[in-house]
Structures are given as C-alpha cells and as structure tokens.
C-alpha cells in the first residue's frame, strides 16, 4: 500500500518541484535585470561626471 501511495503522490511533489523551479528561475531573471539597470545607470551617472 505505501508503494502504491508513494507512487500516486510522486507526480505531484515533481509538478512542485517544477513549479519551484520556474519560480527561482523567473526570480533570478528579474534580479538580474534589475541589477543590469543599476549598472547601466551608475556608468552613465559617472561618464557625465567625467564630462562635466
């Protein structure tokens, strides 16, 4: 019976692995290009410095 039980609940726990997943990834992509701003935006910050 636990065999069984494991087996039917096994699909689940993989669509929430899966689902976990695609959470970090999609959370990892937004760090990512929030932090490509701040770069972008402090080079500028600091090339009109240069200009000035």
Known sequence: IGD???FHTLPY???NMVEA????AKS???IKH???RTLT???REEQQQQIV
Request: hydrophobic share 35%; aromatic share 6%; charged share 35%.
């Open 4 to 6: 069984l039980l494991s």
């Open 28 to 30: 990892a992509r937004r």
């Open 21 to 24: 997943t695609t959470d970090l």
């Open 41 to 43: 935006r402090s080079e």
């Open 13 to 15: 726990a993989f669509k």
């Open 34 to 36: 929030i932090d490509t």
